[in-house]
């Protein structure tokens, strides 16, 4: 009976499908109108995978359980079966039999936790997901499924993300398909991390949430749409920020490198509407005069903002350069803080000892500006996402050292007075003597560090420059290879260090000994010049470090005996097991270090660097619009020290208007200009969901007609 039943129902035999089941009633058999065959599944799944509407339509008057059937309908993207289903059935129907299902493990084809709004997002099927999401049907929450729950939990989490990718999902559940795209792609990359055995799978879902923005974006017109897009402000966040800061700020690499993207960036950091038909020659003078005059135009800048030549400082692309002619210029003033007059030193003539030099002054009012510039950056973005920056590390960097050797040459001047003499010859006996006071030392080292970190980030101008900038991002990427590569190394050198230690640390220490005794060394081919390489376990790791560049002294491995006064720590013969040995570790050693891990860490920065150059244009393109945007949201000043004088004149006339009789009224402006604010942004919201449902509308436009082979 149950095989005519589905025999009936693969053929579409409505009528004979009736008789079965009236039949099997009359006589009071036991046949069930939801059994199933060997694969698991019910007379109404098989005729709704055979496409028997007839039968399926009998089966649901009948009463047959219709949540295996509709995965079937769906799966077969029947637009027909569905909308049988769901006029029989509603969701909360459908998604009962399921649940009942879940536990029983009869079908071969789906898994349990499958439901059919995530099975037509896989599907990507525009028509299928807006007539279920009329009927009522939802995603599920991934929050809901554990990954240590088990391989079902997981797979449910990752099936339901794949649903949330969906394109035209998407577009059918969200008002702002961008921030619903690029917060759906950060998801996923940050539990990367988490997943690795699944790190290809979720990269990819990022990626093709990416790239649905970006074609999302292709459906742009004009320029009016295109600031309707990108420069829309979200209230929600804090601060508010745009969309174009927001897939910045979410690494949306393919978005943010899209001609639109640049287009739009390039209108707020160009310095001059007709850049584009300026020729290079032209582009290079004028880059020049702006580094030459960089001085009298941030002045200007400072006494009037609003006049033509102020208003050049206010371009990010011009205070780029600015920052980078500040820096180099430091560099000059570093380069001129030297020590004084050898010769007059050397002859001890008296010479006066300047404690604060006029370089020394010009670098305090440096690092106090770039001081004010990061407080100003981490009081408008936060602390978390200002350490966030390599950049803004390496300004950290710069503070940090300055300000600890100011402080270590004020505890100098200051408590010990009696080191700063009239006669510069004294001072200079002070600075070169470690004995004396060890502060000294250590601000002029600290001096040394900051000098190189000034430098490092005048590096910053080649991101001005494509190739350059390119150069820039391998030069990063390589450093943090060469991080991961000492990691590896660190641990070969222990190793071998613990070995070669625990095999010549009786001959160095007798070595020591003897030397510290005698003056004489218990080896022929040592001297007590200096200590042996593998008498400490940090001697031997020094050693092994310096035999990576060929600076090994093969000597230590030598023990050759010499007669010794001491006849206990007399070395009767030569070691000749223990030399092969420590020969042979050697040899092992500098395959493993040199012959493999070297040329390892050579091949791994070839990679990188052959990463960045095939996506060149992807890479410098989102660095140069990140730091764009970056300077835009916190308002990048004026370079130092032209940031202090800004600073003093913002102060003043905060103070003047605070001491203004006329205040009240400029309150009830404020207020007029808050409810603007409100107006304004309200429009712009309005401007930006009819744009989107445009673009959305274009979008599902020109992938249906693709699809049908019109397009």
Known sequence: MEQLLFEAAENDDAIQLLDILQSGSREGSSLDIDCRNDFGQTALDVAVDSGSLSAAGALLDSGARAGSAMLYAVDRQDLAAVRLIMDKRTAED???SLEKDKGCHHSCTFSPDMTPLVLAA?????????LLLGGGFTLPDPSTFSWASGVRQSSAWLSTYQAMCSPYYILLTSDDPFSAAFTTARTLRDVCWKRENYRGLLEEMAGRCET??????????????????????????????????????????????????QEYGLLLDLPAAEWESWSRMYVIIFNLMLCVFCPLLCLIHVIAPKTTAGKMASIPYIRDLFWSVSEVLMLVVVRGGGGGDISRIARGDPTPAVIVSTPQVLIIVWVLGLLIEELQEIWYQGLRYHLSRLWNLLDFAILATYITQLVLRTIYCTWWGRYVTENMADDWVV??????????????????????????????????????????ISFGRMMFDILKFITILALVMFAFSCGFHRL????????????DTYGESSLKTVSCARPHGYATLLATAESLFWALFGMGDLNMLELTPRASPEGVLHIMGKPVFTETLGKIMFVMYHVIAVLVLLNLLIAIMSASYQITEDNKEVEWTYRRLQDVMFHRRVGLTLPPPYNLLVLVKDVTGWAWRRASPWQRRRDVGSYDNEEEEA????????????????????YILRRERATNGTG
């Open 94 to 96: 459908v998604m009962g």
């Open 212 to 261: 649905f923005a970006a074609e999302l974006l292709d459906e742009v017109r004009d320029s009016e749409e295109l600031e309707a897009v990108l420069g829309y402000s979200r209230g929600d966040q804090q601060p508010p920020y745009t969309t174009l800061e927001m897939a910045v700020d979410f690494k949306q690499k393919k978005f943010v490198s899209h001609h639109l993207c």
């Open 679 to 698: 107006r304004i942004a309200k429009t712009s919201e309005e401007t930006y969901k009819m744009v989107v449902e445009q673009l959305a509308k274009r």
């Open 122 to 130: 896989h599907h990507n099927n525009y028509r299928l997901l807006k």
């Open 431 to 472: 600075q070169t003597n470690p004995y004396t006071f060890q502060p000294v030392m250590i601000a002029e080292g600290l001096f040394a560090v900051f000098t190189v970190l000034v430098v490092l980030r005048a590096m910053g101008i080649c991101s001005l420059s494509r190739n350059l900038g390119t150069l820039q």
């Open 504 to 515: 010549y640390r009786f001959y160095g220490s007798v070595h020591g000994y003897m030397c």
